[in-house]
């Protein structure tokens, strides 16, 4: 595929974003780090809520690479694997409207990734996709743009927001059976809040998302045939041969949220719900499409998140809940009358994939004035996904816990220029209470059964540890102006003796610069 004219388009979208900042203030990256924890509203899903959220400006501008290295990864994640993201986030306090965007251009390298030929990213949530024998390098990339506005308070009481997001990304596999695949989601996001006193409000959101991914497989050596499989579900798949396939995703996703938000002088509390339903579909060719499958994908969330701010410490507090039920629907279809195309002759439900999550995180901060001194965290969370393919029979299941433990230290080593450096150490413990992988089916000889759902079971059943640090020095970019340059370098090591697997190497530098 040829990118330069996207990486252009990328560029220009980076220098408007940044360039709309142009009055915004400078934060070191402690303060930028705790501004934005202290926004509940801005992660949120109500754009209108940011009118009760600090309206000081800011803004970003960040570059970064990424290496990740080792064999403890999915299968369909590559054993070696690099990225460059260059991103820009920015919000404005134009007195009539409040006003925030973000835009983030990624380039992604894979190594000898396998057992995909269909989709850009598997763990999406789509069963539905093609997989074939060999492991090769994929060139993707990746384009984030987004915007929220919200109105001032309208009475006393009111505020309207709107959120817009675009997302697109394009991704090429490097060996037979070659595939250039392309997806989209556009979402829009209208919200609406109202303040019953000083202390509390009640918001409500609307959300609607258009999903598309056009994957196109062929083979460059056109004398030799490919083995590929389609897979229906938990190894169930059909064998063929030859030069490939087109694939049409295509669906929509409906939902909304309600808030509450009480807020005092030091304490700001944001609970929120949501629910949304996405319904896919999947068909086989352009020129004659016929429906081969589709997900009716639920999804319920529920989030408490509080700040609390001291003279000398500040705390923050985050509960999160969720739970994802997919029904994997299988069409059966026949040629119409004049051959022409394909007529749905039956439907059914064959899988289910039930997914549930729960996490609490708690950080401690010593306040030193907009920023903090140091920071301790901590955090647990629980995982449980529960899959199944009804006839014949197959099931996969994994149950885990993961413990997390950091701290960070933010040292002055200059005053005239605001020479900071900030220091983090962190951990995580994984801990596998239960999981397996069966398969009830008549080919048990197939890779997707063998390689592809044995291996990604073992993965996401392993025990793990993880060990990390990072530096980030940060000064004014000189006397005078607000704006303050930042580098960053970061290490992680993951380590596990379970199954096959070892370990996994994370390396990631950074710079950049917030206004």
């Not at 595939?179 to 409500?204: A, C, S």
């Not at 609490?360 to 140091?374: D, T």
């Amino acid at each position: 595929m040829k990118y330069t004219n996207n990486i252009k388009h990328a560029f220009v979208c980076l220098i408007i974003s940044a360039g709309l900042q142009a009055n915004a203030q400078g934060f070191s990256s402690a303060a930028m780090e705790q501004l934005k924890m202290q926004r509940l509203w801005l992660n949120s899903q109500n754009a209108a809520g940011m009118v009760f959220d600090d309206a000081s400006n800011f803004s970003n501008l960040h570059i970064n690479y990424n290496l990740e290295d080792g064999d403890f990864y999915r299968p369909q994640e590559g054993k070696k694997e690099s990225t460059i993201n260059v991103s820009s986030e920015g919000f404005i306090n134009l007195k009539n409207a409040l006003v925030w965007g973000s835009f983030s251009f990624m380039q992604r390298n894979l190594t000898d990734a396998s057992y995909n030929a269909s989709v850009t990213d598997p763990f999406r949530g789509m069963p539905y996709y093609v997989i074939d024998e060999h492991q090769s390098k994929w060139r993707n990339q990746y384009y984030d743009l987004r915007f929220r506005a919200s109105s001032p308070l309208i009475d006393g009481r009111w505020s309207f927001g709107l959120e817009g997001i675009y997302q697109a990304s394009l991704a090429a596999k490097q060996r037979d059976p070659r595939v250039d695949t392309r997806f989209y989601t556009l979402k829009i996001v209208p919200g609406i809040t109202y303040q019953l006193n000083e202390k509390h409000r009640l918001g409500l959101s609307l959300r609607y998302e258009s999903i598309k991914e056009d994957s196109r497989m062929e083979n460059k050596n056109g004398d030799l045939d490919q083995t590929y499989y389609i897979l229906y579900g938990l190894g169930t798949a059909t064998k063929y041969s030859g030069h490939g396939r087109e694939t049409n995703y295509y669906g929509d996703r409906f939902g909304g949220a309600l808030q509450y938000n009480f807020q005092s002088p030091t304490w700001n509390v944001l609970l929120e719900g949501s629910y949304d339903v996405r319904a896919e579909n999947v068909e086989q060719s352009f020129t004659s499409p016929k429906k081969d499958a589709g997900v009716k994908d639920k999804t319920f969330q529920l989030s408490a998140t509080a700040y609390q701010q001291g003279e000398n410490y500040s705390h923050y507090l985050k509960a999160a809940y969720l739970n994802r039920q997919i029904d994997g629907i299988q069409y059966v279809s026949d040629k119409t009358e004049a051959m022409e195309g394909w007529d749905v002759l039956y439907k059914s439900i064959r899988s289910t994939y039930d997914t549930q999550t729960a996490s609490i995180h708690y950080a401690l901060m010593r306040n030193r004035g907009k920023e903090y001194n140091w920071k301790l965290e901590a955090g647990v969370a629980y995982g449980k996904q529960d899959d199944e393919y009804l006839l014949p029979n197959s099931i996969k299941n994994s149950e885990n816990i993961l413990f997390s433990l950091g701290g960070k230290k933010n040292f002055i080593v200059g005053t005239k220029m605001i020479n900071r450096l900030l220091v983090d150490i962190h951990a995580d413990y994984k801990k596998n209470l239960s999981g397996e992988y069966r398969y009830g089916g008549n080919h048990a000889d197939y890779i997707s059964v063998t390689d592809l759902e044995t291996t990604d079971a073992n993965y996401l059943n392993s025990n793990y540890h993880r060990i990390g640090a990072s530096l980030t020095y940060s000064q004014l970019a000189k006397k005078g102006v607000k704006t303050h340059f930042f580098v960053k370098a970061a290490y992680d090591r993951i380590g596990t003796s379970d199954f096959d697997f070892n370990n996994r190497n994370h390396i990631s530098i950074s710079a950049g610069c917030n206004f």
